[in-house]
């Protein structure tokens, strides 16, 4: 199916995202099954009472015992009763580096999860299907890692010291002039950790008085960073353009909620992929509804820089725009380039501002060099600088590996949400107790997958998430396919009934889409 | 049978309409009346949708006129030129070019260019590479993170420690996951911006006590006491927690360890302790505030901690109880939606953690040079020592300041200059003057390491001395 978007003229490339509709009866049994487990959780919770049962859980000093109890009972239910079950799924340690390939601790459990114990065996050689590893930086050896190991003989691992203070080194100079020319921006800042760059900007940025219009599935650190700052928020539905357009109409008409003073500046917060949903953000649309409306666009690319666009320079290259039309482009380089921290690029005066003002400048250590040494050639790797076409070649296969991998895995049948050219590819799974079941049995064909459930999806849209990598070769993904097809046959998840119907893609208020049916 | 019921209720109700009064009658119709319009009246719209027109509407859209996202900030603002090190920020700094003695970074045991630290980190990069490519829920867990987590409990004699990635977003994130709305924190007056954002995540109530002040915060106690007397059902679920530091990033001193227990016990209060720049260095074997106090370490509920002053890596630890420390791996924001440390720098920190266990007399040497240069920066005129004796890092304030808190920064400028011309690396004491609950005064921040030599630290006195009596007279 391909949709002739609303605002047609300003996309310059087909966007194809789809959100096939839950099966009523999938969602009818995940509801049941969900129950089942509840009056279990219950059961247990009264045998544990009664001392039937050993009560597993760590609990409070003798001597503290009539202080308040610091978790409440309800708060630990789902905790102690659905996530123990298949606690092991996740937090699970490698011991190798994270690459496509990668060697896993083997642990076990004799008291059903409560607690672990490490047998000492390595698995070795699992296909990494869940480290964001977009671009296949993570490396041991290689140029990045040995320009990194001379900076770290050189300068040390630590710092010590805050960037206003003395910890601003001439590494850190280099990288912010790198990134800034890599973006197509003026200037740009680089902290130690890309939760904190968005929690400890925003509200640098914004404050009371001011309207924060944010996508409904953003991520915690922009969240965070919005509800420190004070400002009003207000949430728009994922991807929806009709229903932003309407918040922002809305605001500027009737002003602030009681005062109905006029709002002194709105921000709009989305991201360049969704990391849960794999889907790519409606960019020409938000910035041709940010001029109209006067507001400023604040873009979170964690997980699209280095893994869209035909030179990895983000999702506004991707679709062709102007870097300049974004007024705080933030990122993070923990995905492409293999190291930790974020960044925030932009106008200069944005970025004089954030270096007297960012909350990070002045009370947080400044970043590790060795980690500013790796991002700084993997940078230099990706726009080509160092002599090779090795960045290229990475980005165009990435870009192969997503089509192909998302395309067989449709062919299969397997409901798979987002964008065709998202490296982020969510595999529903619904039930609760396949999640457990899809990552024991992929662990057993020794492939590593992510899968997650409530809180972090909505309860009944449980997942499998494989982030694909320039790293997989074609075989390693035709393996991955093999045994994911079998695994789908063996717990029946090949949900998909192949009728394409746009959720999640539904305006928000009559305006149609046309739609051609293949 | 109900064809004869309904009839003989048919008839009650018939006769119940003869009988009954006219006044009656004539109330029931009219509300009959009212009812019947009410329903077929239009729904009440609220004043302003009705009132503005599509052109009124576009008018308004037309008019806004936003902010600049950001104002434009001076070029001479003190803290938008930074001082730019070239070459590792280790003992002989090059700053701005000049090379001087460092005396402004945390590096207190020296560990920042310590050979063993950095080939540990060498060998842990050869293996691992430097990112981790995810969190620690999703194969971004190392063995290397598992090791320093045991290796840190064991240290602290806890039983269990939880790494984070930042050291800011360590107590940052700790506190929201145990303190929510509707529960009460007293806080200590001169708490770090970290505790600050991380009180003001986690929404609860915020009661300030003045800094050190066992009485203030005792009358708090009381005051809350009084209140849950008043009202058991909800006292009998606030959680109630009291947030200190063991050495005061902003005034240098400690706080009074051995009372905040007996208040805890007394009122039933849980503590959090932030161990940031005690940690390696309080305490006989470094193990801060509570091995300087003798206390049992379990009385403390959760001691928080960053790696970056004393470890010289990066990141930051909380340890305690696994009842509580468990806790955070699910809920501690900064711990599960965050990249996990890169595997380079734990090694780094448990190589380091090595040699403090290994030596444990440098703590000593460490104690005794901030004996010898708080001595000798008492008597410099105009400018007064703010720190205990022991305190590795120290303020230098103003004696009298000159009105503005602006002119006491220019002022305490030409005196960092006039020291960093002459080959001693300081710097003042940053802040955001907005945004921090109770802002300290301007000050220089003098940190000592164990790698000054007797001599430099006589050379840094002797200058301090000099730019106070030519700059502050």
């Given at each position: 199916i391909n949709h002739i978007v609303h605002n047609g003229g300003l996309y310059k490339r087909p966007f194809n995202e789809?959100?096939?509709?839950t099966p009523m009866l999938v969602a009818v049994l995940t509801y049941v099954g969900y129950g089942v487990l509840t009056l279990f959780g219950y059961l247990r919770d009264f045998m544990r009472q009664w001392k039937i049962e050993k009560c597993q859980n760590a609990t409070e000093r003798e001597e503290q015992k009539d202080f308040v109890p610091l978790y409440q009972d309800f708060e630990n239910f789902y905790n102690r009763n659905l996530y123990m079950r298949i606690r092991d799924s996740w937090n699970r340690p490698i011991c190798s580096v994270p690459g496509a390939k990668v060697d896993m601790m083997e642990r076990v459990s004799h008291d059903y999860n409560w607690t672990f114990t490490y047998t000492g065996r390595v698995i070795k050689d699992i296909i990494n299907m869940g480290s964001y590893n977009y671009l296949g930086f993570a490396q041991n050896a290689g140029p990045c890692q040995e320009a990194a190991a001379k900076v770290l003989s050189q300068y040390g691992a630590g710092v010590c010291s805050t960037r206003q203070e003395m910890g601003?080194?001439?590494?850190?100079?280099?990288l912010e002039k790198l990134v800034a020319r890599f973006l197509g921006v003026e200037s740009a800042m680089a902290y130690g950790m890309g939760f904190a760059t968005n929690s400890m900007n925003i509200p640098a940025l914004v404050g009371k008085g001011c309207l924060i219009l944010s996508d409904e599935l953003n991520h915690a650190s922009l969240v965070l960073g919005a509800r420190l700052s004070g400002a009003t928020i207000r949430i728009f539905k994922h991807n929806n353009m009709q229903s932003l357009e309407k918040l922002l109409k809305d605001a500027i008409v009737h002003g602030q909620p009681r005062t109905r003073r006029p709002w002194k500046k709105i921000l709009i917060l989305v991201e360049g992929i969704y990391s849960m949903e794999g889907s790519i953000v409606r960019l020409p649309e938000v910035i041709a509804l940010?001029?109209?409306?006067?507001?400023?666009?604040?873009?979170?690319?964690?997980?699209?820089?280095?893994?869209?666009?035909?030179?990895?320079r983000g999702v506004v290259e991707y679709f062709g725009l102007n870097p300049e039309d974004v007024d705080v482009m933030m990122g993070t380089f923990t995905k492409s380039f293999g190291a930790a921290g974020g960044y925030i690029g932009g106008k200069k005066e944005l970025i004089d501002y954030l270096r007297t003002y960012s909350h990070s400048a002045v009370y947080a250590t400044s970043m590790s060099p060795p980690v500013v040494e790796q991002i700084i050639t993997s940078v230099k790797c990706i726009m080509g600088e160092d002599g090779t076409t090795i960045g290229r070649a990475r980005v165009q296969q990435l870009a192969e590996n997503t089509r192909y991998f998302r395309r067989r895995l449709k062919?299969?049948?397997?409901?798979?949400?987002?964008?065709?050219?998202?490296?982020v590819v969510p595999l529903m799974l619904y039930m609760p107790a396949k999640i457990g079941a899809f990552g024991r049995e992929m662990l057993k064909r020794n492939i590593g997958v992510v899968v997650v459930g409530f809180p972090a999806t909505p309860i009944i849209e449980s997942r499998a998430r494989f982030c694909l990598s320039a790293a997989h070769t074609k075989e390693m993904l035709d393996t991955a396919l093999k045994e994911i097809n079998e695994v789908g046959d063996l717990l029946q998840l090949k949900y998909s009934r192949r009728r394409l119907v746009p959720l999640l893609d539904r305006p928000f208020d009559e305006t149609t889409y046309e739609e051609t049916e293949d | 049978m109900a064809a004869a019921g309904q009839q003989w209720v048919l008839v009650e109700m018939v006769q119940a309409f003869y009988e009954a009064p006219t006044y009656h009658l004539i109330l029931e119709g009219i509300l009959i009346l009212w009812i019947i319009r009410l329903l077929f009246s239009k729904t009440y719209k609220l004043q302003e949708r009705s009132d503005l027109t599509l052109k009124e509407k576009e008018e308004l859209i037309e008019e806004w006129q936003p902010e600049p996202l950001v104002p434009p900030v001076p070029k001479d603002h003190p803290a938008l030129n930074y001082n730019i090190v070239s070459g590792p920020p280790t003992h002989i700094i090059t700053v701005n070019g000049k090379e001087c003695i460092n005396f402004a970074s945390f590096n207190f045991l020296g560990l920042l260019d310590n050979e063993k630290v950095k080939s540990a980190a060498q060998a842990s990069l050869k293996k691992y590479g430097v990112g981790t490519c995810g969190?620690?829920?999703?194969?971004?867990?190392?063995?290397?993170?598992?090791?320093?987590?045991?290796?840190?409990?064991?240290?602290?004699?806890?039983?269990?420690?939880?790494?984070?990635?930042?050291?800011?977003?360590?107590?940052?994130?700790?506190?929201?996951?145990?303190?929510?709305?509707?529960?009460?924190?007293?806080?200590?007056?001169?708490?770090?911006?970290?505790?600050?954002?991380?009180?003001q995540a986690s929404r609860s109530n915020i009661k300030l006590f003045k800094h050190n002040d066992m009485a203030d915060l005792e009358r708090l106690l009381k005051e809350q006491e009084t209140e849950d007397q008043k009202n058991p059902r909800k006292a009998r679920v606030t959680r109630r927690f009291i947030v200190v530091e063991g050495l005061y990033m902003n005034t240098g001193d400690i706080c009074p360890l051995p009372e905040l227990i007996k208040l805890k016990y007394k009122y039933k209060v849980r503590i959090f302790l932030e161990e940031s720049l005690s940690f390696g260095v309080l305490g006989e074997h470094g193990r801060g505030i509570t091995e300087h106090f003798g206390i049992n370490i379990d009385d403390i509920d959760l001691i928080s901690a960053n790696m970056e002053n004393s470890l010289a890596s990066i990141g930051g630890f909380c340890c305690g109880r696994s009842f509580i420390i468990d806790h955070q791996r699910l809920s501690g924001q900064g711990y599960?939606?965050?990249?996990?440390?890169?595997?380079?720098?734990?090694?780094?920190?448990?190589?380091?953690?090595?040699?403090?266990?290994?030596?444990p007399d440098i703590f000593q040497t460490l104690r005794a040079k901030c004996e010898h240069i708080h001595k000798a920066l008492q008597g410099i005129s105009g400018l007064k020592v703010v720190g205990e004796s022991f305190s590795p890092a120290l303020h230098l304030q103003l004696e009298e300041s000159c009105g503005s808190r602006e002119n006491d920064v220019k002022l305490l400028k030409r005196v960092v200059d006039y020291c960093m011309n002459s080959g001693i690396a300081l710097t003042q004491a940053r802040y955001l003057e907005k945004e921090e609950k109770c802002l300290p005064p301007p000050s220089i921040r003098v940190v000592i390491t164990v790698e000054q030599t007797e001599k430099e630290l006589d050379k840094a006195a002797s200058l301090l001395k000099e730019a106070a009596q030519s700059i502050l007279n």
């Open positions: 789809a959100f096939e509709e601003n080194l001439d590494k850190h100079e280099e940010k001029k109209k409306y006067k507001s400023y666009l604040y873009l979170d690319e964690a997980h699209s820089i280095g893994a869209l666009g035909p030179s990895g062919e299969m049948g397997f409901i798979i949400y987002g964008n065709e050219d998202s490296p | 969190p620690r829920g999703f194969y971004g867990t190392f063995d290397v993170h598992l090791e320093l987590e045991e290796r840190l409990a064991k240290f602290m004699r806890t039983e269990e420690a939880i790494i984070y990635s930042y050291g800011f977003a360590t107590i940052a994130s700790a506190i929201p996951a145990y303190s929510k709305r509707g529960d009460i924190v007293f806080v200590d007056e001169a708490a770090c911006f970290a505790i600050q954002k991380g009180l599960c939606f965050s990249a996990s440390l890169p595997p380079l720098l734990a090694a780094a920190a448990i190589e380091a953690l090595n040699i403090m266990e290994d030596n």
